[in-house]
Nanobody, 124 residues
C-alpha cells in the first residue's frame, strides 16, 4: 500500500497563495488517481480536485476553479495543489488521497489511501 504525507499548509492572508505537497512512499503514485479533499470546522469533508494517472485530466470543485491547480510529478512521487487568490472560506484541513479505481470519482468512498492532513487558515 501507499503512505501519503501532506505538507505546505499554514496561515495566509486573503488573496495570498499556498502550494500543498503530497509525498508518497511505499508505492509509485503513477498507479493511482490522486485527489485533494478538505474539511472545514463543523463541516463534512468535501472534494476539491483530482488528477488522473497518465493523461493528467483534472477535475475541480466549482468554487476553486480558476484559483486552484492540481498537478503531479510521478518521477518525484508527489502531487501538488497550487492555491491562489485564497479566501477565508478556503480555511480547512486539506487531505491528499489515492484512488486505485480505473475512473475518476469525487466521492470519498472511492479513495483507498489518505494522508493525515495539513491545515490551511486564510485570514480576512
Amino acid at each position: 500500500q501507499v503512505q501519503l504525507v501532506e505538507s505546505g499548509g499554514g496561515l495566509v492572508q486573503a488573496g495570498g497563495s499556498l502550494r500543498l505537497s503530497c509525498a508518497a512512499s511505499g508505492r509509485t503514485l503513477s498507479r493511482y488517481i490522486m485527489g485533494w479533499f478538505r474539511q472545514a470546522p463543523g463541516k463534512e469533508r468535501e472534494f476539491v480536485a483530482a488528477i488522473t494517472r497518465s493523461n493528467g485530466y483534472t477535475y475541480y470543485l466549482d468554487s476553486v476553479k480558476g484559483r486552484f491547480r492540481i498537478s503531479r510529478d510521478n518521477a518525484k512521487n508527489t502531487v501538488y495543489l497550487q492555491m491562489n487568490s485564497l479566501k477565508p472560506e478556503d480555511t480547512a484541513v486539506y487531505y491528499c488521497a489515492a484512488d486505485e479505481s480505473l475512473t475518476y470519482s469525487y466521492r470519498e468512498a472511492s479513495y483507498d489511501y489518505w494522508g493525515q492532513g495539513t491545515p490551511v487558515t486564510v485570514s480576512s
